[in-house]
């Protein structure tokens, strides 16, 4: 028979028991404050610190039932609340919509840029017959018309390179116009 041989948990006897709570006990009444000042120095929520510390000393249990040894309670507590706190940082923490509005967020939509652009390609539209003729033409295609450089180039008789020249140059004629240069 394939048996597998795993390694059995240590037993935990009433008399390790009683030493683990007497070991937690002092740990607990030498250390905790402290260790509460800690975490609230470095997460700024009483509440969460509170509950760290608890995680801390639950984690300690565990390990010494585990058969874990400690020589140094403080070092030991400190490192766990340390590692526990950089979970704690590293967790995604979701931001409600209402908790936003509540402290005063309040959602806007800036569209002057898109008016100002609107207004300017108006503006632009009757400068485009001051254009040499073949570039007014791709311009019009261009942006007028919403036609692919391929498709202008069908419809030119010219190469797809040169009609994208041509709607370079136009624009910067344009701009050129349109600044009043």
């Not at 797809?160 to 050129?176: C, I, S």
């Amino acid at each position: 028979m394939g048996q597998t041989s795993t390694k059995a948990p240590p037993i935990v006897t009433k008399r390790k028991t009683h030493k683990i709570q007497g070991e937690i006990t002092m740990a607990c009444d030498n250390y905790e404050r402290a260790l509460i000042r800690r975490a609230l120095y470095k997460t700024n929520d009483y509440e969460m610190s509170k509950d760290l510390v608890q995680t801390t000393f639950l984690k300690t249990i565990q390990y010494l039932r585990k058969g874990g040894r400690i020589d140094m309670m403080r070092s030991f507590l400190s490192h766990i609340l340390n590692a526990l706190i950089v979970d704690e940082y590293r967790k995604k923490k979701p931001v409600s919509l209402d908790a936003l509005l509540e402290n005063g967020f309040e959602p806007g939509f800036d569209d002057s840029k898109s008016t100002e652009n609107i207004i300017d390609g108006e503006q632009i539209i009757f400068l485009i017959p001051q254009l040499p003729r073949k570039y007014a033409e791709v311009i019009q295609m261009r942006y007028l018309k919403s036609l692919s450089l391929k498709e202008m180039a069908l419809l030119t008789g010219q190469s797809e390179n040169t009609v994208a020249v041509q709607v370079h140059r136009g624009l910067v004629k344009l701009r050129k116009l349109y600044i009043g240069e």
